[in-house]
Structures are given as C-alpha cells and as structure tokens.
C-alpha cells in the first residue's frame, strides 16, 4: 500500500501531564498568556489556547492523567520540549515581562523552527518542562 | 505585576521528543505517518522532520542534545501524554487499513476537542510508547 490517505495540516494540540495544576494554569495563562478554553472535569483534561493552537492539561490525579502512572520526573521526558511562535519578538520586552514574574531565562539562541532560523528563548514551566518561545525567522540567518 | 505579555503567540511551533532508536523512530514518522525530512544536524543529534508547518523533533538520548535529558522515557511517568497532527481528509475506513497494513494498532478512536473544534481522532502508539493522535478536521455536526 502507498502514500498515506491524507495530507498532514501540522500540530493541533499537545497534552503535558501535571501535577500541580493551579501552578500551571497560573504559568500558562497569567504569564504566557494562554486562555482556558475547556475543561473536562470527569475526564480531567484542561486546554488552553496557544495562538491557532491546544495545550492540554492532565493532572496526574485525575482519570486521563492518572493512566500514565506517576508524575514525570525531572529527567527520562518523553518530551524534551516544544516551541510556541510568538510575534512580534522584542527580545528586551520578552526578557523584562517574563523577569518580572520570576520565570529564569536562558540566554537568546538563534535556533532552527518550522519556519527557519530565528531568535529563541528557553525557559521551564513550573513542573520543569522545557518551553521555547521562538521569534519569527530572522532573514539573516536563512 | 498586572501588564499583559509584550507578544502574541501564533501557536505551537515544533515538539521534541527524546528516542531510544532513531532508525525506527524515522521508518514510523516518516515511512508510516509521512513525514518528511527537514534538516538532520549529527553533531547536536537533532533530526527534524516536517509534519505539514510544523516539526517534530527527533533527539536520540545518546546525542547531544538527547542526553542533557537523562535517561531514556520510561513507559511510564511521562510528561507528555500524547499530542496530535492535524490531518486531512479524515476517512475513518481509508486511515484503517493504511495503518493496519503498516501493522499499527489503532488504540482509540472517536470524536475529540481539538484546536478547530470536535472532530474524529485516532490514537496509535509509535515504536517507543509515545502516543501519537491522527485529528481530522471539526464535524459541523457536533460543533
């Protein structure tokens, strides 16, 4: 059988196991600026809106979350991290919001996304999840 | 401090997961889901392939990069549950036997809340536990 029925749009949503979720909305919403989109309580998936884009949220507590066992650790994630597009990208505004509500910052790299070499800043979510948040590609680097 | 974020997030832009076996992580991404190959940087052990606009990255955890992370994912524990590719079309019976034919075990299925709106899904697992979910687009019938 060959190619695959169907074409690929790109990513819809990934979903992070939690365990202290008011800390992580708290993160996501309050600093990064996500806003709850949906929530299912029985099922306890918390999604959050990222541009075009889902968050979701499964506390380990909770049915969905509880499926995959204990709460991640500090090392062996599945995930490494992911990346979020932001615009614009003022690498001084980025680094003076996000100081002033604690979050550690990690130097400017320039680093390879969906849609080229441009600027990015790593930081942690409060549960030690790497976030990238990646300016648009930077015509001098590509 | 109450000011609002100085930036607009468009959305997600790429994911990376840490692998065990790069060579069949590839054959899955690739050779199964279709995937193709956007860049492969062997000094850092990033390999990064496209998934329509987007990338997942794939970082073997005997790599550089892969190994600032520590050991590899267990099967369980993870701190990511599963994330999911916007597809198109969505032809239930079209998707199953492409996948059956691959030898991939559809583990759930059904209509689910995506970032467009409910819609059909279908979960599979990839060659090293991470659960992958197929999304199709939003049905006007249950939006």
């Given at each position: ?7 690929m749009k790109g990513l819809d949503h990934v ?128 | ?143």
């Open positions: 059988m060959g190619k695959q029925p169907y074409a979903v992070i196991r939690c365990t202290d979720l008011a800390a992580m909305m708290h993160f996501y919403c309050d600093v990064l600026g996500c806003m709850l989109e949906d929530e299912d309580k029985e099922l306890g998936l918390y999604q959050v809106r990222v541009g075009n884009h889902l968050i979701d949220l499964a506390p380990i507590e909770e049915p969905m979350g509880r499926q995959g066992g204990p709460a991640p650790g500090r090392y062996g994630h599945n995930m490494d991290h992911f990346a979020i597009q932001m615009e614009p990208y003022d690498d001084d505004a980025i680094r003076t919001y996000l100081s002033g509500h604690n979050v550690e910052l990690g130097s400017t790299l320039i680093r390879g996304g969906a849609e080229g070499e441009g600027p990015a800043i790593y930081i942690k979510d409060p549960e030690g999840n790497t976030v990238e948040l990646k300016g648009p590609p930077d015509p001098a680097y590509n | 401090m109450n000011d609002q974020p100085p930036f607009d997030m468009q959305g997600l832009d790429h994911l990376v997961i840490r692998c065990v076996d790069l060579e069949v992580m590839k054959a899955f991404y690739c050779g199964v889901l279709g995937c193709t190959v956007d860049r492969h940087n062997e000094e850092f052990g990033l390999f990064q392939v496209r998934a329509g606009a987007h990338l997942i990255d794939l970082i073997p955890i005997d790599g550089k990069l892969g190994s600032r992370g520590g050991p590899a994912p267990g099967d369980d524990g993870l701190n990511l549950d599963h994330f999911a590719i916007r597809i198109e079309p969505f032809n239930e019976p079209e998707l199953r036997a492409y996948l059956e034919h691959h030898n991939i075990e559809i583990v759930e299925a059904g209509p689910r809340y995506g970032a467009e709106g409910t819609g059909p899904s279908i979960y599979m697992l990839d060659p090293e536990g991470n659960t992958v979910e197929l999304k199709g687009p939003p049905d006007p019938a249950l939006n």
